[in-house]
């Protein structure tokens, strides 16, 4: 297959298949040490050898895992020939990553071997001591209770293993100093302090970046993801001299605004309650991941995912909004290697499903679950409450026992039919309301989270509800549901 990182072709070998009669068979994928600028001949891969690697904490280890065993779409055969590699495989993956570890190793490659040895040799039974503290030679991760007791940067030279750094209160000492260490892949980063960001000559992987104050941001070759904790500035700039092509940006709640990037390949939403397909196809229409985590979360113009023709991945969990026709046909997404959905409209899995079934045949990794009727939707999607969770002043636990109390309430109202008698349908509203009203009792008793807004929110829900039950009683409604004197003993019971 053709790596866009390397700008080169790369090979792997499949070594053996597992499970082959069960429906989703496994083959053990193994990395072969090769890349070209053309497809080999016969006589190259003949000569082909599995990559060994020895990168970070590998130690002359073959990559050699466990994936699904469609071939994704992006790959040609190239020959037939003995396994390279005949031992039992106990590692999995969730995708072929052909190219990962090559890139990696070459990296590797490219430092300093006299680092490269001090990292290898760095010991666990001996201790250094910075800021303090004690630390294993080989520790591999800080944070501010270590850097905000240093005399001065150097002293970390002490950690040649050092991969992580996580600082609420970054310095323009540790911006230089990550600059200069190879080893750094992973740092958590914020600064009330340095709004121009470069990491350019750096080695990370991974930068989870709280954006607030930031209006320059350079990133380094090999970067793969940029998660942006908080809305950054609009005027914000961010540069990794490739326009985003082998990055993935990670942001929540929001797609925020901002200028560069503009040849995206990875986009992961998180924690969406709504988005627009159209805002993404037309800021990234280069995109080929894109991955949309909801809260649940509403898509809406989900027809514009065709215009991301280039897409070989794309992953949604807990998301709603679209119609089985919105969705595009397997046609219209031609270099598509991977679709899994999880928890979406019933609907639209199963026209999803049928759609797919002729590509998942050719190699499209497919999986659609957890198909979601309307009573799941009502509970979760359409719950009134769910707009608390994310409230700076209630926390996620008071949240969901909001959104328990108006799904208990819920499975009440469906359990009332016009044949019920009068007698047993006041006393199963009654209860109801009592168990609501003290619901909200115990949260407001222990947290006093309930202010005006909340109050009145909650009054309005048992409204609401009460009125959609006389409606759908039709003839008998006002005979089963005594609105005002359940309002009244709501009235009664609430202590907030």
């Keep these: 297959m053709f790596s866009s990182e390397l700008q080169q072709y790369v090979a792997c070998q499949v070594t053996r298949i597992k ?6 068979p496994l083959a053990a994928v193994l990395e072969l040490d090769w890349s070209g600028d053309a497809l080999p001949d016969a006589a190259a891969v003949q000569a082909m050898q599995p990559l060994v690697c020895d990168y970070f904490f590998w130690n002359k280890r073959h990559d050699h895992c466990y994936a699904t065993a469609n071939v994704p779409p992006g790959h040609t055969l190239i020959g037939n020939i003995a396994p390279l590699v005949d031992v039992e495989v106990n590692s ?7 190219g990962d570890s090559v890139v990696r190793q070459r990296r590797w490659e490219r430092i300093d071997p006299v680092r490269r040895q001090q990292f290898k040799a760095a010991s666990r039974e001996h201790e250094v001591t910075l800021g303090g503290q004690a630390f294993r030679q080989d520790a591999t991760k800080i944070n501010d209770s270590v850097l905000q007791a240093l005399g001065d940067m ?8 050092l991969m992580s750094i996580e600082t609420g209160d970054g310095t323009q000492a540790l911006m230089e100093f990550i600059q200069g260490n190879p080893f750094i892949n992973e740092l958590h980063w914020q600064s009330s302090t340095v709004h121009v960001l470069d990491f350019s000559g750096s080695g990370l992987e991974r930068l989870i970046l709280q954006p607030d104050g930031v209006t320059s941001l350079v990133l380094n070759k090999g970067l793969s993801l940029l998660a942006l904790r908080s809305a950054p500035s609009p005027s914000l700039r961010i540069d990794d001299g490739a326009d985003g092509r082998h990055l993935t940006l990670q942001c929540t709640h929001a797609l925020p605004p ?11 939403l998180v924690s969406m309650k709504e988005v627009d397909l159209a805002q993404v ?6 995109l080929t991941a894109l991955r949309i985590w909801g809260k649940p979360g509403l898509a809406s ?5 065709a215009q991301l023709t280039q897409l070989q991945m794309f992953t949604t969990y807990d998301l709603f909004g679209f119609k089985a026709e919105d969705f595009p046909l397997a046609t219209q997404l031609p270099k598509l290697a991977t679709l899994r959905m999880t928890s979406l409209p019933a609907d639209a899995a199963k026209v999803i499903k049928a759609g797919y079934k002729k590509a998942a045949a050719l190699g499209l990794d497919l999986s659609v679950t957890k198909a979601r009727k309307p009573e799941w939707l009502a509970e979760n999607l359409l719950n009134p409450f769910r707009d608390w969770d994310g409230r700076e002043h209630i926390s996620p636990a008071y949240a969901k026992k909001a959104a328990l109390a108006y799904k208990n309430m819920l499975a009440v109202t469906r359990s009332i039919d ?10 199963a509203l009654e209860a109801m309301v009592a168990a609501y009203v003290d619901a909200f009792n115990k949260m407001d008793r222990r947290s006093g989270i309930i202010e005006t807004v909340e109050r009145e929110e909650i009054y309005v829900v048992l409204v609401a509800l009460l009125a959609q039950l006389v409606q759908q009683l039709g003839e008998q409604g006002a005979a089963l549901v005594d609105e005002a004197a359940l309002l009244e003993l709501f009235d009664h019971l609430r202590d907030f």
Excluded: I, K
């Design 92 to 98: 999995y993956r969730s995708g072929w990553n052909v």
């Design 281 to 286: 196809a037309q800021r990234f229409p280069h």
């Design 258 to 268: 901002f200028h560069g990037l503009d040849r995206l390949g990875g986009l992961s």
């Design 301 to 305: 113009h989900m027809t514009s995912l």
């Design 19 to 24: 499970d082959a009669s069960s429906s989703r």
């Design 418 to 427: 016009a044949a019920m008698e009068a007698t047993a349908a006041t006393a």
């Design 154 to 161: 150097s002293e970390l030279e002490q950690l040649p293993c």
